[in-house]
């Protein structure tokens, strides 16, 4: 069983910057992947960022050039720098891994959310 342990969320000023982090601990095989995705009141869930565990980032339109993903593969952590928050990046945030166990299982795991308004 892995759990994913979210940090970091808060009220922000339009403009502001917030750091989300998120540590998986537990039965951890291999990590493929980690990211974050959001929900805004009234949408679906959407991708922000991800980061393979080779390196490899994908972020969405809205978001680049604001938002930096970064993992910590030794402490098994993903982080969001988010800068130059929007009102419209109010959303609860969502941590995101996606594991490979043995015999080739893939797993994916959520973390519970964590509140990121932006607001003057």
């Known amino acids: 069983q892995v759990q994913l342990v979210e940090s970091g969320g808060g009220l922000v000023q339009p403009g502001g910057s917030l750091r989300l982090s998120c540590a998986a601990s537990?039965?951890?095989?291999?990590?493929?992947?980690m990211g974050w995705y959001r929900r805004a009141p009234g949408k679906q869930r959407e991708l922000v960022a991800d980061?393979?565990?080779?390196?490899?980032?994908n972020y969405a339109d809205s978001v680049k050039g604001r938002f930096t993903i970064s993992m910590d593969n030794a402490k098994n952590t993903v982080y969001l720098q988010m800068n130059s928050l929007k009102p419209e990046d109010t959303a609860v945030y969502y941590c995101?891994?996606?594991?490979?166990?043995?015999?080739?299982?893939?797993?994916?795991?959520w973390g519970q959310g964590t509140q990121v308004t932006v607001s003057s």
């Open positions: 995101h891994s996606n594991e490979l166990g043995y015999w080739g299982h893939e797993y994916d795991y």
């Open positions: 537990g039965s951890i095989f291999s990590i493929n992947a």
């Open positions: 980061i393979t565990s080779s390196g490899t980032t």
